[in-house]
């Protein structure tokens, strides 16, 4: 929804047929009178002449943008290696306004960098003859230095004017940043809507590299590749010291347009403390495969050498949903009973993946931050559970304001954590971020209309506002439970990791307590073996000769369930244990030219920073889940440990031992292709951290916000 404004002093030249004016609006000669309205412009995008060189082997890998009112409306496919591409690409736009010339900006695509610009132009729609296909060459031209000769774009073009039964849709389409008022803003984002939802999922599993090219001096690499789908990124892991590397990592794509997309795939070496090595690239034209059926890929690499083994399956979905408050699913008894049978109990078996759904209404809210110098803020909410996201529509110039919308989404693992963002529409830059909340799913209470404060980007301290906000949860307790043993869903790279000295210091300090706790406790061994407290000495002496001389297997998850219980118990006399002291994230305070003196030892630093932020993360965890921080998890290690109790008192050791080295063994073989995963790893990767738990709670409101009591909007 969301653009930014670029104005140029020098604009490129354009060339059009004979007869037609270029010189600008106010020398246009139009067949006619001018009457606004709506108009159909159809585009065919050609192709390009000698465009400029960008990259260091001497060509570019174009693509175009077309914009209008600084809002992206186009974008063309990437032709890789080309500087004379061919895209013959047809795009219509429905457009209120000539007044607004086209801006087309042509750029050369560099996969995880930032995008070499190769030109621009602008085709002014006013000059176009009406209901005519016209030949249209535009020079490229840089503003910067505009002697410089940049190459042309061949278009057609086609200006077709809307009268009569269009009128209706003229009003649906004006431009929800130029006007006020909340009826057509609700409008323009039901229109917009569609462009926010996911038609299907693209998922790929990353099998293995055969006789890839060697790029270190000892003959071999360290690769790892890299995928990307429009703003979808995905890093895999790097495999040291091989040209026939095995990953067997799963990545999941969303589908937004039902034609499909173009995944570009690129193998990088490993090169600590330089800049890693291209090794080279290839491409998945989504649109060439067939649905619900799982494609075995072996892509030969270009720029490089050897191939990628890929499995790359088409599913179909309509996963999320945006409407009007006035549209209530679960409203309708009919409609929510329907549901309730759909993830009843009797039923859990019945499509696994379908976990349950979440309704989310996005009432208002109030006492936002003021982000412009009038004092005012455009606030807009943005709703993201997992990978999808959906947004509200704008409404100007006030710090209470109410959108009044339903999301629906379907919910694929109950442990996710549904993040509710506002931000001030900027439309000369980014979007400014006014304040957010996460919400774990499982900490929802039904049909509870809810004040939330507002937290910042860290989610660690307050800001100005409050979000009212009522949800719906409905699941089955089966395929949650199910869902939790298997890897959770990763979520998209958008941006590199940052060496942080404050996150490291905050890492490491969580490292300590998690080794505090087990010192202290081998400290508390240690006391009973030193007879520092005679009586529990003795005590601990005669449990030690009583549980050694009579040890069965199934002891030790029944020990395990000991301080569940214990702690649940604490927890039900109304003592809270689950609460972790956590050091709260500080603001950067780093000078500018830290970056540059850590440069030589960044990937270093990274690593340590990302192992000391796992191993922290997997201690708090173990000690959450004891803790009954997610009593949803508590139940199911309860349940886990007394099956694991159950099995192990009844079968013996041996065969057990044997199923499980069989099962191994024959993994591979009865399934080549086969993801490794670790359920207890991924169980405890939905127990949240002590820093989660920190942003997951609930700040205290003010008496004054209360779901109840509404504030009038401020004057627009």
């Known amino acids: 929804m969301l653009g930014w404004w670029l104005g140029l002093t020098d604009l490129p030249s354009v060339t059009l047929p004979q007869g037609i004016n270029t010189v600008g609006p106010s020398n246009v000669d139009l067949p006619g009178p001018f009457k606004p309205g709506m108009y159909e412009l159809e585009i065919v995008l050609r192709k390009g002449n000698n465009l400029a060189i960008r990259d260091r082997r001497g060509t570019s890998d174009p693509y175009v943008k077309f914009k209008i009112t600084g809002k992206e409306v186009f974008r063309s496919k990437t032709i890789h290696k080309n500087l004379n591409p061919v895209w013959d690409e047809k795009v219509t736009l429905l457009v209120d306004s000539l007044k607004e010339p086209l801006y087309v900006k042509v750029f050369d695509y560099d996969f995880g960098l930032q995008d070499d610009f190769m030109g621009s132009s602008y085709l002014y729609l006013e000059s176009l003859e009406h209901l005519r296909t016209l030949d249209v060459i535009l020079e490229l031209k840089d503003p910067q230095y505009p002697d410089h000769d940049l190459g042309s774009l061949e278009l057609a073009v086609t200006l077709t004017p809307k009268e009569g039964s269009f009128k209706d849709a003229t009003m649906l389409l004006r431009r929800s940043w130029k006007r006020s008022s909340k009826h057509q803003s609700l409008r323009l984002s039901d229109i917009h809507r569609k462009a926010q939802l996911w038609r299907g999922i693209v998922s790929i599993s990353l099998i293995e590299g055969r006789n890839l090219q060697p790029m270190d001096a000892n ?33 999941d794509f969303h589908l937004y347009d039902e034609r499909g997309g173009v995944i570009d795939i690129t193998l990088w070496d490993r090169d600590a403390g330089k800049r890693d090595d291209f090794m080279g690239r290839c491409q998945v034209d989504i649109s060439l495969l067939s649905k619900e059926c799982t494609h075995r890929l072996d892509l030969s690499l270009e720029e490089g050498e050897g191939t990628l083994a890929l499995l790359v399956t088409l599913t179909a979905s309509a996963a999320v949903s945006i409407a009007d408050l006035s549209v209530n699913v679960l409203d309708d008894p009919r409609e929510r009973k329907e549901i309730l049978h759909r993830y009843s109990l009797l039923r859990s078996f019945n499509n696994i993946k379908d976990v349950g759904i979440v309704q989310v209404k996005v009432i208002r809210a109030e006492g936002l931050m003021a982000a412009d110098v009038t004092g005012k803020s455009d606030p807009f909410c943005v709703v993201e559970l997992s990978n999808d996201r959906l947004q509200t529509h704008t409404v ?74 009522e949800m719906d949860v409905i699941y089955n307790a089966v395929k949650a439970g199910l869902r939790t043993l298997i890897p959770i869903e990763q979520k998209y790279i958008e941006e590199e990791p940052r ?42 002496f005669l ?80 000690k959450n889940t004891f803790n009954w921080t997610v009593p949803f998890l508590s139940w199911l290690a309860i349940v886990a440990l007394c099956v694991v109790t159950v099995i192990v008192y009844f079968i013996p050791l041996r065969y057990i031992v044997l199923a499980w080295g069989v099962n191994k063994f024959t993994k591979k073989l009865r399934d080549p292709y086969t993801i490794d995963n670790n359920e207890l790893l991924d169980f405890l990767s939905r127990v949240p951290s002590d820093v989660q738990v920190v942003q997951y709670r609930e700040l205290k409101l003010d008496p004054s916000h209360s779901p109840n009591k509404r504030k009038k909007n401020n004057p627009g």
């Open 219 to 251: 003959g071999l690499s360290d690769p790892y590749v890299k995928f990307k789908m429009g703003h979808q990124k995905y890093k895999s892991k790097t495999i040291h010291k091989t040209l026939n590397p095995q990953w067997r990592e799963q990545f």
């Open 396 to 469: 100007y110039k006030n710090l209470n304001p109410e959108w009044n919308k339903v999301f629906m989404f379907n919910v694929k693992d109950i442990h996710s954590v549904l993040e509710v963002t506002v931000y001030d529409e900027d439309r000369d830059r980014s979007a400014d971020f006014l304040g957010k909340v996460s919400i774990p799913l499982l900490s929802i209470q039904n049909g509870e209309r809810k004040a939330y404060a507002l937290k910042s980007k860290e989610m660690t301290v307050p800001t100005k506002g409050v979000i009212f906000l």
């Open 499 to 540: 060496v942080s000295k404050q996150l490291l210091l905050r890492n490491f300090n969580r490292v300590r307590r998690c080794f505090m706790v087990l010192f202290n406790a081998a400290c508390y061994v240690n006391s009973c073996f030193e007879w520092e407290s005679p009586q529990r000495s003795i005590c601990a």
């Open 543 to 622: 449990l030690f000769v009583v549980v050694v001389w009579n040890f069965e297997l199934y002891m030790v998850p029944l020990a395990l369930l000991l301080p569940l219980a214990w702690n649940y118990a604490l927890i039900a006399s109304g003592k809270d244990v689950r609460q972790g002291d956590v050091v709260s994230a500080s603001r950067d305070s780093e000078r500018k030219g830290f970056m540059n003196k850590l440069y030589a030892i960044q990937d270093v630093c990274i690593s340590v920073q990302s192992a000391l932020d796992e191993v922290a993360s997997y201690g708090e965890r173990i």
